[in-house]
């Protein structure tokens, strides 16, 4: 039943709606200030601004606490972590009832009419739904148990960060950062977008350098015709050395020029970009600073149990892993002595324990502070750096400044 016949069913029969009937809603309203009479609508009108706060009140929803329904008509998935209800729990059974909202209308209000007119049986429901229907259609949220929003911890207190033990992932100290290399703000992201260009661009390098095919003019063979135009019933052939036969040309091939892919960045700019980079993981809170890196063992499971506690690892975060190790194969003796066992050897200012356990590893990546880059710094979601590792970075980016 529409709105507007229901609308003349009242006026006709001379009916007032109870306050409480579920026909009264926003879109009959102006339907029955429109079909009333004009004597009698300035009695609806001064009879509606008397009960106005008790039918069509604009105070909101009492509703039980941290309870929020998610509209209908936006598709938000609760598993995304930038939506409001990412780790709220969904209210059903008996926590729905408690979070379903309480009507608007006044409870100490008057009652204007509490008889309900007999509708005929078309005209008994007004509404497609029942209250029940569209109770069970409604999706609430309890957001009291929604994750909380981190937020960046502001300069200069950011600076001031923890060292922690690779063994046990306990606080061991803390360590003031320059604010030159990991305190940049804001972040220019057209520098990291102008340095990660230039370095695929470097890797993609140089193309089909040397590749080059003979055309019809220099394959080796004769120019005699190899048979008479007709009467052979071939296609005619005026020498040997078409790109369709066997030892012939090729057609359209490489030439031998060399395609180059590089680009050219000022290294102040390479620079630049490296501490925007760190600027960022910081910023983030993904920067974990470590006493060292050395590993007793090159067991790949002693590693992974060590990084879980980090949240990094098969079902973790992915890692970067920056090192500036000393070389320690004076005091290794050999491997007797335990000055050798605890440092282990040192390669390419690395620990090959800590190289040979992190291979199996596909989410984490271990690298010399010389080979820090921009790509590989946006793409892990963590970044680790030693006390050796910061230090030279500080020192070899803070250089020309």
Not at 172 to 199: E, K
Not at 291 to 300: A, F, P, Q, V, Y
Not at 358 to 369: A, D, R, T
Request: aromatic share 4%.
């Amino acid at each position: 039943m529409s709105s507007l016949r229901a609308a003349r069913h009242l006026i006709t029969n001379n009916l007032s709606l109870p306050r409480h009937h579920p026909t009264v809603n926003a879109r009959l309203l102006p339907t029955l200030s429109a079909l009333s009479p004009a004597g009698n609508r300035a009695t609806s009108l001064s009879s509606s601004s008397a009960r106005g706060a008790s039918c069509f009140s604009t105070a909101p929803h009492r509703q039980t606490a941290h309870i929020f329904e998610l509209p209908p008509n936006l598709k938000i998935d609760p598993r995304v972590k930038s939506s409001p209800f990412y780790g709220a729990e969904r209210v059903t059974g008996e926590g729905r009832k408690k979070g379903k909202a309480a009507p608007s209308v006044n409870a100490a209000a008057p009652v204007i009419n509490d008889s309900v007119p007999n509708l005929d049986a078309d005209e008994e429901s007004v509404d497609d739904y029942s209250e029940e229907d569209q109770d069970e259609e409604r999706v609430l949220y309890n957001l009291s148990t929604a994750t909380k929003p981190k937020f960046a911890i502001p300069l200069p207190q950011r600076l001031h960060v923890d060292i922690h033990n690779l063994a046990t992932s306990d606080s061991i100290g803390t360590l003031h950062l320059s604010p030159q290399t990991f305190g940049l703000s804001p972040v220019r992201v057209d520098i990291l977008h102008r340095v990660v260009v230039w370095q695929r661009n470097k890797k993609r390098g140089k193309r089909n350098a040397g590749a080059r095919t003979k055309t019809v003019s220099e394959v080796s063979g004769s120019g005699r015709k190899v048979r008479r135009q007709k009467g052979m019933g071939m296609a005619r052939a005026g020498h040997s050395r078409p790109a369709h036969w066997r030892g012939g040309a090729k057609a359209h091939g490489p030439k031998g020029a060399v395609t180059d892919y590089t680009t050219k960045l000022n290294k102040k700019v390479r620079k630049l970009g490296v501490r925007h980079a760190l600027s960022q993981k910081l910023l983030e809170g993904n920067l974990v600073v470590l006493g060292d890196m050395n590993l007793e063992s090159h067991k790949t499971r002693r590693l992974e149990e060590m990084l879980v506690r980090f949240g990094v690892g098969k079902y973790g975060s992915s890692a970067l892993f920056i090192d500036e190790a000393e070389d320690a194969s004076a005091d290794y003796n050999d491997g007797e002595g335990d000055e050798g066992k605890q440092s282990g050897i040192i390669y390419g200012g690395l620990n090959v324990n800590f190289k040979v356990a992190s291979g199996n590893l596909h989410k984490i990546k271990v690298l010399n502070q010389l080979g820090c880059n921009v790509y590989d710094m946006l793409k892990f979601e963590k970044l680790f750096l030693t006390l050796s590792a910061v230090r030279a970075l500080e020192e070899r980016l803070e250089k020309d400044l």
